[in-house]
């Protein structure tokens, strides 16, 4: 067996965010966010699970923290939520909830683990939905005023800022699909979030460098890759369009400084409202671009298939199959995904920021998940990586999702994607196979073949 190294100072983490392990949702002036709002009406989420208790991590991040520790991470991804720093979203400041995070970083810190927070990881906060939410311009101000607060009490000890996690999701699946909160089924309002949220990101790196802080921003992007179903001119088109709209869309405008015109000559009505201006904070230089990777798309022109008429299906590479969440696992994905970023964009520096696999887990008596499916899943997308990086990919670390199993959004609690299993009615934490396996992984900076 032959080890396949990483470059020196490459970084090992594991990923959360607030709303899917917090819980506490209305503990110590937290306000209520769109998640909160939308998993408490009957049938929007799996089970009518919900966000309430969680992994109860609010309470529990002090042994969190340990754990971390035992395992190995060199860094952690979280997210913070809005609202629990300004429960109203805007004006008067939740003093508990910044300690909370304070808390966090601290201890983080002390454990020698490098805090990696993302500001927007989709818990908008309510009362700004009542107020337009994210079709509205003026999010763009409420959330630079958000990051001010943030950046004002973590900035001088945070060295990763990810402004938004997967802005493709918050827009498409929140506002187009209305599988997600708010729960919209709109492609102008869509477009429109897509446009305000790049916005905000902008204004949120001009904010940070301003504040003359240490560390670096980005941006967080889910980035599949895509291969059309046959070489028809149909086919191909669709694909083409199916990939503007979940990677040029982005990543046009954040390194280009435009959008994708093909695209929004396609969208028609659907364009958004942008101003001249505009295009030069979106494109702000930013420090590295966060990549998800979770699977790949084989699109097919399809006159049932929506606004892009696209039917994308899902890639599994041979002998590999699908994971719980039907996804393909097909790693090669990764490393062409990594490799368009490179080839395309100017090979900024990036960070795989997730990459994981829900699958069926079960316990022993102990409580152990000897979960060997999952170690094949990291091994392969990590030799994936490793491919890239060594044709050229400017990659600077790997953070798998998740730490814990924990609240997958619309699927509630069936889906479980944690390093860690979490037993939701006690709270216990379980270490699984994956975990032991990731946590040698670290230690001697590779993989073995
Ligand atoms: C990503 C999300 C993350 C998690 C994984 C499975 O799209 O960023 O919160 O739900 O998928």
């Known amino acids: 067996m032959s080890t396949r190294r990483f470059p020196q100072g490459f970084l090992w983490g594991a990923a959360t965010s607030a709303h899917q392990i917090e819980g506490a949702w209305n503990t110590d002036g937290k306000g209520e966010s769109i998640w909160d709002h939308f998993a408490h009406s009957p049938y929007r989420v799996m089970n009518d699970d919900t966000g309430d208790v969680a992994c109860d991590h609010y309470r529990r991040m ?40 304070d808390r966090l970083v601290d201890s983080l810190l002390a454990a020698d683990i490098i805090p990696n927070a993302t500001l927007y990881h989709w818990d908008y906060p309510q009362a700004l939905q009542e107020a337009g939410g994210w079709p509205n311009r003026d999010s763009v101000d409420w959330f630079v005023d958000y ?12 060295p990763l800022w990810a402004t938004h996690n997967e802005p493709w999701v918050t827009a498409f699946v929140g506002h187009a699909l209305g ?8 492609y102008s309002q869509a477009y429109q979030t897509v446009h305000h949220q790049l916005l905000s990101h902008g204004r949120t790196v001009q904010l940070f460098r301003q504040g003359s802080y240490q560390g670096e921003i980005g941006i967080v992007l889910n980035l599949g890759h895509y291969e059309p179903a046959t070489e028809s001119q149909a086919d191909l088109a669709a694909c083409q369009r ?9 990543m046009d405008p954040l ?21 001249e201006e505009d295009a030069a904070v979106i494109s702000q230089p930013i420090d590295f671009v966060g990549v998800n990777y979770y699977t790949s798309h084989q699109v097919s022109w399809s006159l049932s298939h929506g606004l892009l008429k696209a039917n994308s299906a899902p890639v599994s590479a041979p002998g590999w199959g699908h994971t719980k969440m039907d996804w393909g696992i097909n790693p090669p994905g990764l490393t062409a995904v990594l490799l ?8 900024p520096k990036m960070y795989v920021t997730e990459n994981g696999c829900a699958l069926k887990d079960t316990p022993d008596e102990r409580g152990f998940v000897a979960d060997w499916g999952r170690v094949g899943f990291f091994r392969a997308h990590l030799m994936a990586a490793h491919d890239a990086i060594q044709a050229g990919a400017n990659l600077h670390g790997y953070y798998a999702w998740s730490l814990m199993d924990n609240f997958e959004w ?19 934490r379980d270490p699984k196979q994956s975990a032991l396996w990731y946590r040698e992984v670290i230690t001697r900076n590779g993989v073995e073949e």
């Open 340 to 347: 368009n970023i490179k080839e395309n964009y100017g090979n």
């Open 242 to 250: 199916a990939y503007e709209e979940n990677v040029a869309l982005f």
């Open 410 to 428: 619309a699927m509630g609690y069936e889906p479980r994607f944690g390093i860690v299993r979490v037993d939701f009615e006690t709270g216990r």
């Open 255 to 275: 390194i280009k400084g435009h959008y994708p015109e093909m695209l929004l000559d396609w969208i028609g009505p659907h364009r958004p409202h942008v101003r």
């Open 62 to 101: 002090s042994d969190d923290v340990a754990l971390m520790k035992e395992l190995g991470l060199q860094t952690y991804r979280f997210s913070i939520s809005w609202p629990r720093i300004l429960p109203q979203g805007r004006g008067a400041i939740n003093e508990k909830g910044l300690d909370f995070y």
């Open 179 to 186: 599988l997600h909160a708010p729960g919209i089924c709109d």
């Open 147 to 158: 990051a001010r607060v943030v950046f004002d009490r973590l900035g001088d000890r945070v």
